[in-house]
């Protein structure tokens, strides 16, 4: 109720601030918008994480979206964020890697974005160097393979379009554009993708049944003799299917990407990659933090008998010498059944997350 | 984050007049009188007393209802858990989130893990969200502890284990659950509390390999959850592990 009450403030201050247009902007309140918290995520976790330095508004979600799809912010105007994050993909690319303007190729495979306001560390990008999400989203634009522009182009082209200096003002009560609002806009539009209407969030809920090939699924997933997923990829008791951590799964016995290890210059964390969501992975191929493995038979089969020793393997992933856990070819299909009942239908295509 | 008041803390018989104060419990480690911090993890150097030569690369546990005893017989009970987390270094210090009178304390105790009461599947939000909970199919409720590394097997191999410790269940027949528990109670002795204490709390975490069972990572070093006298062994060893340490 103080919460209700807090917000009707806020919108009648918002109110009074269109009446005064042109007065002193410190008085203009954008309109607060709470996030859409699926009841799973309310009742088994902790809630998400929103600086408040950069509170949700109607009006910043707004230009975050705009912003998203809009490829103003590449040098040559060809590329948004949705080029290499598209809704249909889970915010993902289907390809391996994604080109940037020039056509050069990164060498890793674009993340998809949801429930990043739950990733309560604010580590992102695959080996965790940015800390919060507006620091994540400066980086795309000035990457040279990537947007390959530069900050100061991309605010002076903003500043002189004709809608983005009143969108600004709207959101933040400021014409003035600057890289740093641009970001925040953006990590609010982010934020609002939340992705927890599954099959399998609705059988938690009691509203979808489970097929038995499913159910048997999730027993090799929680079965710490057979699967042992859950130790990093959640449960039914996380519905984010990820620790957020960032782990060596066995991919290589030789790295060719330092993963964390580029980033902390610890020897102990070569090889290590954040662990991603396994919600969603109908629509978000290849998997790995390369793209290597185009399909999910082929991610089970690496935990099976695919393994690769090397120093830094997390003590997680058992029997490396046999090359896994060697499931059967049954609970191969079983567990495959269950990981795509984690994909969430509702949210690719909600026109919320569409240009 | 993970320190949490659960419940309202039993306060029982405060004198008036008396100053009230925080206590501070600071969890550190050793391997057998080595100091042992996130700093010396990743390394293959510890001994068993197996003789198995390890590395700890990640280290959590859980602690709960922080105890104080009186003389005479009336306890003072934080109700509450606080996950240590070696790996990050946090949470290692526990302050009590109530204040206790200040004054001499003939015992102060705490629970490693959960009791039954406090062990529910699922009702902490920030354990599920840390990734804590055991599966439902052993039974479900949280771990009591993550102790991981490599040990040198006897194929001279880097190998990992996963000593995880929770409550004990014999899953034989899935459907016919059969437990025992495997929570303790650890007792630090007689402790003088003064204004903002800090008390020292010893983990030895060789301990866990030691005694009374002598443990062989050869034989016991994965898939240790649904292992039922692995963890009646955890829990018979672990009765060894702490230690009170310095109090100022």
């Not at chain 1, 008791?237 to 016995?253: C, E, K, M, S, V």
Request: hydrophobic content about 40%; glycine content about 6%; aromatic content about 12%.
């Amino acid at each position: 109720m103080k919460e209700i009450s807090y917000i009707l403030v806020l919108i009648l201050l918002l109110s009074c601030s269109k009446d005064d247009s042109g007065d002193a902007p410190d008085t203009y309140m954008p309109t607060p918008l709470a996030l859409d918290v699926p009841p799973l995520f309310v009742q088994k976790i902790l809630p998400p994480a929103i600086p408040f330095t950069n509170p949700q508004t109607v009006q910043g979600v707004a230009l975050g979206k705009k912003l998203f799809f809009d490829t103003i912010l590449s040098a040559d105007n060809t590329q948004s964020c949705a080029s290499c994050h598209a809704p249909a993909n889970a915010f993902s690319d289907a390809s391996q890697f994604s080109d940037g303007i020039d056509g050069v190729f990164g060498n890793r495979n674009s993340m998809p974005i949801f429930n990043a306001a739950f990733n309560y560390n604010e580590k992102f990008f695959w080996d965790g160097r940015s800390f919060g999400l507006e620091q994540q989203a400066l980086e795309p634009v000035k990457n040279p393979i990537e947007m390959h522009n530069t900050w100061e182009q991309a605010v002076t082209d903003l500043q002189s379009s004709a809608d983005y200096p009143n969108l600004f003002q709207s959101a933040f009560g400021t014409a003035t554009i600057t890289k740093e609002l641009v970001v925040k806009a953006i990590a609010q539009f982010e934020r609002t993708l939340i992705s927890g209407n599954s099959k399998f969030d609705k059988y938690l809920l009691g509203t979808a049944t489970l097929t038995p090939q499913e159910l048997n699924g999730f027993n090799v997933f929680m079965d710490e003799t057979k699967g042992d997923c859950f130790h990093c990829h959640g449960s039914d008791n996380n519905p984010l299917w990820t620790d957020n951590i960032f782990h060596n799964n066995g991919l290589d016995a030789v790295f060719a990407d330092l993963g964390l290890g580029e980033v902390t210059g610890d020897p102990s964390d070569n090889g290590k990659f954040k662990s991603p969501s396994l919600r969603n992975l109908a629509f978000t191929a290849p998997y790995m933090h390369d793209g290597r493995f185009n399909t999910l038979d082929e991610v089970i089969n690496h935990y099976s008998e695919g393994l690769q020793n090397s120093p830094t393997i997390d003590p997680l992933m058992k029997m490396v010498a046999q090359g896994g856990i060697q499931i059967t070819t049954q609970e191969k299909a079983d567990l495959k059944a269950f990981l795509l009942s984690l994909s969430d239908y509702e949210f690719i295509n909600n026109p919320a997350f569409q240009n | 984050m993970l320190s949490i008041v659960l419940f309202s803390s039993c306060v029982e018989d405060e004198v008036p007049g008396l100053q009230n104060t925080n206590v501070s419990l600071n969890f550190k480690h050793n391997w057998d009188g080595t100091a042992v911090t996130n700093t010396d993890f990743n390394t293959i150097q510890y001994f068993t007393a197996e003789g198995d030569e390890l590395s700890i690369e990640k280290l959590r546990y859980l602690i709960s209802n922080v105890t104080f005893h009186k003389s005479n017989g009336e306890t003072i009970v934080i109700e509450g858990y606080n996950l240590v987390d070696v790996t990050n270094n946090e949470n290692v210090s526990y302050i009590t989130p109530v204040q206790i009178p200040v004054g001499t304390y003939t015992n102060v105790s705490f629970t490693f893990g959960f009791d039954n009461t406090d062990n529910v599947d699922a009702v902490y939000t920030d354990l599920n969200s840390a990734s804590w909970n055991v599966p439902m199919m052993l039974g479900g409720g949280y771990h009591f502890m993550q102790l991981e590394g490599k040990f040198i097997d006897n194929t001279a191999t880097e190998t990992g284990y996963q000593y995880h410790a929770i409550k004990a269940v014999d899953n034989t027949d899935p459907m016919n659950l059969v437990f025992q528990d495997t929570f303790f109670t650890v007792n630090l002795g007689e402790v003088i509390v003064h204004n903002n204490s800090s008390v020292d709390v010893n983990m030895n975490i060789a301990e866990w390999f030691k005694t009374p069972h002598q443990w062989d990572l050869n034989a016991l070093h994965s898939m240790l959850m649904p292992n039922f006298s692995a963890q009646v062994q955890m829990h018979e060893n672990g009765q060894n592990v702490f230690a009170l340490g310095t109090v100022n």
